[in-house]
């Protein structure tokens, strides 16, 4: 389903060897001891996957379709992650016929642009905070809050929301008292480890995808992990990246396809977010996430790779079959015969030759190169495709020694921001 290579030397020292397995015991203990809960996703929430589907089956607005935009409330870690999936997938047959609003930005020309294009009528809202008080989505769901009172009025708004948040979070004891449908996210699954939880199963099964096939595609992952342990190709490139930290720390994802544009974005808060830390003795670690779309960034960044700093990795990832058997014409327009040797072909043989073209001007640059290539996308390779990443930047951070799943860095600015605006 999903096949990995390295481009670079993996023959790897024996303080090399002691370091992954360090890394994997320490990835085990984690999962073992419930440092963060996304290690079991996969395989511990049948009575969440039943509670979502009761749900949708019994509420009248989902259960006969009659919603036309679904509006997920939520920012970062509680948004990112649905977008992603739902970018990939978007043209696979499960899919409902519901438009998807992702209300994140305060922004008020992209809200209120945003807002134009959602009939509130018939729109579902989901509103996603794992700590319940994030002032981007309380302050959105304020603004849609007073939108439904007047016009609206007898409208069920009761039975067009739905809460997912911690429990006992302030947006939990809000939604008890009104008496919304509220889905926990489990306390020891952070923000951006969580779309395998109902953060993004919940909005992912409403827009028709088959959310346990995501799981088990998940699964399939775990299962790799738990049977080759540390001997897994991923050690080897988590190492690497380790090793090589002060050189090259820039990582960069090029993805040969448009429909990565929002898994690029989650990868790179995963990694940006999970790797870039203090560590116990106050040293900074970290690595700089990039993500590049193929073929389109080979006219704009590709350059830099080559030519550049050698401070860069590249992963390609590279989808073999689209599925759509669309060809370049054979039409030969008078002086562009030059470009004539692309008739006949197939747009997938060209993105994906342009794909392995790049990969072999890379490597001749000697930048280290790994690719990742996916048959198809549906919901299982997706699923194996969001575990494999957050599993590497658990090995990364647990070969760093830091504290992957906390953001300190970013409570400061929201403090600011309070003593600011409550002057
Ligand atoms: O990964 C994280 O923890 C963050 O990016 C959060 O997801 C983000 O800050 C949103 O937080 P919350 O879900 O509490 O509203």
């Known amino acids: 389903m ?26 085990l203990e984690e999962m073992n001891t419930g440092v963060t809960g996304y290690y079991d996703l996969p395989i511990n929430q049948e009575n969440v996957i039943e509670d979502i ?18 509006v997920v409330i939520g920012i970062g870690g509680s948004s990112l992650g649905t977008r992603a999936i739902d970018t990939l997938l978007k043209f696979s047959h499960n899919r409902n016929i519901i438009n998807i609003h992702f209300l994140e930005n305060l922004d008020p020309l992209y809200l209120i642009n945003s807002i134009k294009n959602i009939d509130l009528s ?30 609206l009025k007898g409208l069920d708004i009761n039975q067009k929301i739905a809460i997912i948040t911690d429990k006992d979070s302030p947006l939990d004891k809000l939604s008890n008292e009104r008496g919304w449908k509220v889905f926990h996210i489990p306390k020891n699954v952070g923000g951006r480890f969580s779309v395998l939880s109902p953060v993004g199963l919940f909005p992912l099964a409403v827009l028709g995808y088959d959310i346990e096939e995501l799981l088990k595609g998940a699964n399939i992952m775990r299962e790799e992990f738990l049977h080759h342990g540390p001997n897994l190709l ?3 490139k988590a190492y690497f990246y380790y090793k090589n930290a002060n050189e090259k ?16 974005k ?3 808060q995963l990694w940006g977010e999970s790797l870039g830390k203090k560590t116990k003795s106050k040293k900074r670690v970290g690595l700089t996430p990039i993500g590049l779309i193929g073929s389109i960034d080979q006219h704009s960044f590709l350059q830099l790779i080559i030519e550049g700093p050698k401070d860069k990795t590249v992963t390609f990832l590279k989808l073999k079959n689209f599925e759509l058997p669309v060809t370049v014409p054979h039409i030969s327009l008078p002086y562009l015969e030059t470009t004539d040797f692309a008739n006949g072909r197939r747009f997938q043989t ?14 001749e640059a000697d930048v280290p190169v790994d690719l990742i290539e996916i048959n198809e996308l549906n919901e299982s390779s997706v ?7 957050e599993l590497l930047t658990s090995a990364v951070g647990a070969m760093f020694n830091i504290n992957v799943y906390n953001q300190p860095g970013v409570e400061s600015g929201k403090q600011k921001l309070k003593i600011k605006l409550s002057k």
Not at 350 to 363: G, H, K, L, R, Y
Not at 383 to 389: D, E, K, T, V
């Open 350 to 363: 060209i993105i994906n030759t342009q794909c392995d073209a790049t990969i072999e001007s890379v490597i």
């Open 122 to 151: 018939k729109a579902f809202i989901v509103i996603i905070s794992k700590s319940g008080t994030t002032i981007e989505t309380i302050s959105i769901a304020k603004y849609i809050f007073s939108l439904l009172k007047d016009p």
């Open 2 to 27: 999903i096949k990995k290579t390295l481009f670079f030397e993996t023959d790897i020292k024996k303080d090399g060897l002691l370091k992954i397995e360090k890394a994997y015991n320490k990835m």
């Open 249 to 264: 720390n820039i990582n960069i994802l090029f993805s040969y396809s448009s429909m990565f544009e929002a898994f690029n």
């Open 266 to 268: 989650w990868y790179i």
């Open 53 to 70: 589907y009761d749900f949708i089956a019994t509420n009248e607005y989902l259960e006969h379709n009659l919603i036309k935009d679904l």
């Open 383 to 389: 699923g194996y495709l969001i575990y494999y990443f």
């Open 234 to 236: 991923m050690f080897k």
